[in-house]
């Protein structure tokens, strides 16, 4: 998926106050829109902030997934 980049328009930047850019970055992020609308409003609208901050509050880390592939 290509976002256009348009004049004034940065592609690492989330719009949520654009319907496209919420929906197109929600998708990307694999989070709901109030989800992504609230990580804006915690750390900004810089796309790698906020993926990083979504990952921290709900993912696993490496070693949680290595653990778990252990005990099948």
Do not use: C, F, Y
Request: proline letters at 1%.
């Amino acid at each position: 998926m290509t976002t256009e980049n348009t004049e004034g328009v940065s592609p690492d930047r989330i719009d949520v106050s654009n319907d496209a850019s919420l929906r197109e970055w929600a998708k990307k992020l694999d989070t709901t829109h109030q989800q992504l609308k609230d990580a804006v409003r915690t750390v900004g609208d810089r796309a790698t902030d906020v993926e990083m901050h979504l990952k921290g509050s709900r993912s696993t880390t490496n070693d949680d997934r290595i653990d778990e592939t252990r005990s099948l």
